[in-house]
């Protein structure tokens, strides 16, 4: 209603100023129900969007782990069991 009388015309009734001040009402209303359907729907397609990035990710994660190890501590453990061999084998 505020904003109906604050752009009130001269010689505009009463009756005219109630009827803007239900427009601007309703227009709101209606703004608020199209943000609200706006936002739901941005937060359905962030979540579909999430969880398909989620299985992805964690799909290609899974296949590039690649486990390697270093060959020194094999080498070391090889060449301390031939020379454990070797030291049992002639003494």
Not at 26 to 36: A, D, M, V
Not at 59 to 82: A, G, K
Request: charged share 25%; proline share 2%; aromatic share 8%.
């Amino acid at each position: 209603m505020k904003l109906a009388k604050g752009n009130q015309r001269p010689g505009q009734t009463k009756e005219q100023t109630r009827l803007i001040a239900q427009g601007i009402q309703k227009g709101i209303e209606q703004y608020k129900k199209q943000h609200k359907a706006k936002s739901r729907e941005l937060d359905k397609r962030l979540k579909t969007s999430l969880s398909k990035t989620d299985s992805a990710n964690e799909t290609d994660i899974r296949e590039q782990v690649v486990i390697r190890q270093h060959w020194l501590p094999w080498v070391l453990l090889t060449l301390s069991w031939l020379c454990a061999g070797v030291y049992f084998y002639f003494n």
